[in-house]
C-alpha cells in the first residue's frame, strides 16, 4: 500500500489550502483514513479521520469548524480542505491508514502512512 500526500505550502492568515492523499495498491475496502500533523518540537497529532465505507468524520477540537475531510471513491483519494488557518496550523501534514472501520485519533493506531507535505501559514 502507498500514500501519496500533497497539496501543502505557503499560505496567509486566513487563506485556505487543500490536501490530498491518493491511496494505491489497496483492495481491502474496511479502513478509516486520518491526517495527522507534527508542528516542529511537537508531538504528531490527530487533524481529522474519516471512514472509507460510511464516511463518518471526526475532527480534533482545534480545526472543527475550519477544516473538511472527505473522500473520493473513484480517485481512492483522501482531501483534507483547510479554511480559515493560523499560523499554529503550521506542521507538516500526513496522510494515514487504519485497517479498522473503527476511527481513532492515536497515531500508533494507524498502519501505513505517507510522505508529510508542509503547511506553512505566514501572519
Known amino acids: 500500500v502507498q500514500l501519496q500526500a500533497s497539496g501543502g505550502g505557503l499560505v496567509e492568515v486566513g487563506g485556505s489550502l487543500r490536501l490530498s492523499c491518493v491511496v494505491s495498491g489497496l483492495n481491502f475496502r474496511s479502513y478509516t483514513m486520518g491526517w495527522f500533523r507534527q508542528a516542529p518540537g511537537k508531538e504528531r497529532e490527530f487533524v481529522a479521520g474519516i471512514g472509507w465505507r460510511d464516511g463518518s468524520t471526526h475532527y480534533a477540537d482545534s480545526v472543527r469548524g475550519r477544516f473538511t475531510i472527505s473522500r473520493s471513491y473513484v480517485e481512492n483519494t483522501v482531501f483534507l480542505q483547510m479554511n480559515s488557518l493560523r499560523p499554529e496550523d503550521t506542521a507538516a501534514y500526513y496522510c494515514?491508514?487504519?485497517?479498522?472501520?473503527?476511527?481513532?485519533?492515536?497515531?500508533?493506531?494507524?498502519?501505513?502512512w505517507g510522505q508529510g507535505t508542509l503547511v506553512t501559514v505566514s501572519s
Open positions: 494515514a491508514i487504519r485497517y479498522s472501520g473503527t476511527l481513532s485519533v492515536r497515531s500508533d493506531q494507524y498502519q501505513d
